[in-house]
């Protein structure tokens, strides 16, 4: 049965991390002046109960990952350090422009590339120049990704003493041969020994991102990392389909045949093995693809409704507004959306001009604010309600019907005012959302532009 639904939902379809999709963003209406006009009117309406988001993109790597389909750029040239940091902190100063007050910062992460291929102390540099421009919200929490083979003691501890106290690192896979076909050689005894410096130095959330359905990985190998992974017991799991996009990321997925990818069917068992594995040892599931133990931050925001999904991910508590600083990073202020240039050259020359380095973006009209909320809802609770005006919109009826099928699968409940996805359906959440996603509908891409849904 399991098989039969993998084949008939396996399609390509958004990972929704916002809605509408960045393929859907309507640039005829989005100019730089309106995105400032969103962001403002979202910083009054939230600064002082919630705070602001940072997502600052510290894009160099000093080698390539072949599964990445991040913005990178690979170098092993550290003078580069210093430049790219100074920018970041001329866009943060133009942002701070627009405000008439302090922003109060609720959340920072730090995502690359890789954050600690740049020195402790120029990481450290770069969080405190930003804190002394802006006030800490109640219960704020930053995060940074580490890179096991280059995390040292002193990128924790520098970090630690300017407020951060959750890191995730990614693991992907601990069989060499798959390691090897990714680019991304790590033992596990590197994993372990980031993971005990961290709990040394007095992290409270540890984290390790687990991706199935990579080349030649088969079940013996997830089991395998599974079992190390939970000697380590990190405290929450990405444990995540590989998303193959080489038509988007170019070379950088090109690092082996489409053929050396595991099946559809044998990457859904892939990911029910490790779903029974992690709830054998105390993990819940949260939201799409992602774990906690029940002591972390995820998990509790999820059992009080204040889960959150974003650009960066889940988070464990919303903030109306997050600046994206960085190339390629993307603000998000609720009323519209905001990318920056991918390229480094071009980012440099926009700040030496003292704008925004803006380069797309879209902000949402009526209908999208409603169908972002249903998304968000099903995402983060695995249910939405309608009957309200404010969640109400014109397709509704057409999208329930839609969802007939669905519920004849077994895969969600409808109710007269109510859809909530079943456990059986948790995994195909994905493709519930989309059957929400009108612009979706009304113009079919004529290639592919996203991922499988499984």
């Not at 044998?266 to 799409?288: D, H, S």
């Amino acid at each position: 049965m399991l098989k039969s639904l993998v084949n008939k939902y396996n399609i390509a379809g958004p990972r929704y991390t916002s809605y509408p999709t960045v393929p859907y963003w309507n640039s005829n209406t989005f100019s730089v002046e309106k995105w400032k006009t969103s962001l403002v009117r979202s910083f009054k309406e939230s600064n002082i109960e919630e705070g602001i988001s940072l997502y600052i993109h510290l894009p160099f790597c000093e080698s390539l990952c072949t599964f990445c389909g991040c913005n990178k750029r690979i170098t092993k040239q550290h003078s580069v350090e210093e430049p790219y940091i100074n920018a970041v902190l001329k866009e943060w100063y133009l942002y701070l422009e627009l405000f008439s007050e302090k922003p109060k910062i609720k959340e920072i992460h730090l995502g690359g590339g890789t954050p600690t291929f740049f020195s402790p102390e120029n990481l450290k540099y770069l969080i405190s120049e930003i804190l002394n421009t802006s006030e800490l919200a109640l219960n704020y929490e930053f995060s940074f990704e580490g890179h096991p083979n280059n995390t040292t003691s002193e990128h924790l501890q520098a970090l630690y003493d300017v407020g951060f106290r959750r890191v995730s690192y990614g693991v992907q896979d601990y069989n060499e041969t798959v390691q090897k076909a990714i680019h991304r050689v790590q033992p596990f005894e590197n994993v372990q020994k980031a993971t005990e410096l961290a709990r040394n130095i007095g992290y409270t959330s540890v984290g390790h991102d687990i991706i199935f359905g990579l080349p030649f990985q088969t079940l013996e190998h997830v089991k395998t990392t599974i079992l190390k992974t939970k000697s380590l017991l990190p405290d929450r799991l990405a444990f995540y389909s590989y998303a193959h996009v080489p038509w988007i990321k170019g070379n950088g997925q090109r690092g082996f045949q489409d053929t050396d990818l595991p099946s559809a069917s044998l990457k859904r068992a892939q990911y029910e093995l490790g779903k029974t594995l992690l709830a054998e040892v105390g993990y819940e599931e949260i939201g799409m693809d992602h774990f906690a133990l029940k002591t972390d931050t995820l998990y509790q925001s999820m059992e009080n409704g204040s889960l959150h999904r974003n650009f960066m991910g889940y988070t464990a508590s919303k903030t109306q507004a997050m600046i994206g600083l960085g190339v390629s990073s993307i603000c998000d202020s609720w009323y519209g959306f905001a990318q920056n240039v991918k390229d480094i050259k071009s980012y440099y020359g926009l700040l030496k001009t003292d704008t925004l380095p803006v380069f797309r973006g879209h902000i949402l009209n009526d209908e999208d604010l409603i169908i972002r909320q249903h998304i968000l809802n099903l995402m983060c609770r695995f249910k939405t309600v309608w009957g309200y005006k404010y969640l109400n919109f014109d397709a509704l009826p057409d999208t329930l019907i839609q969802l007939k099928e669905m519920e004849s699968d077994g895969l969600i409940e409808i109710h007269t005012n109510t859809i909530k996805i079943t456990e059986k359906g948790k995994p195909f959440v994905r493709n519930v959302c989309m059957a929400f996603d009108v612009l979706l509908k009304r113009k079919q891409p004529d290639t592919q532009l996203f991922s499988m849904t499984v």
